[in-house]
């Protein structure tokens, strides 16, 4: 469902852009906050409903229990997290 081979990348690529940059004070951050509770996260239940052959509520209730907090970020989490990085 997630892009992990590609989030690993892109987590890798900002370590090394860190590593270089630090010795001239330029930092370097990545935010990778998985299921967001967008018009996307729609999007993927009915299409993880449809791979399952379940509802998408059904899918929803599975996806929900993978999850450490038991649910999708809000938008605004994220935004705080980025506003964060930012200062």
Do not use: H
Request: glycine share 12%.
């Amino acid at each position: 469902m997630s892009g992990g081979a590609a989030d690993a990348a892109l987590m890798k690529f900002t370590k090394c852009l860190a590593d270089e940059g630090a010795p001239y004070g330029v930092r370097s951050n990545a935010i990778s906050p998985g299921f967001t509770k967008t018009e996307w996260w729609e999007g993927i239940l009915v299409g993880a409903g449809a791979i399952m052959g379940v509802t998408p509520d059904q899918a929803k209730k599975k996806l929900l229990g993978t999850m450490p907090l038991g649910r999708p970020a809000e938008p605004e989490e994220n935004a705080n997290v980025v506003v964060f990085l930012a200062l």
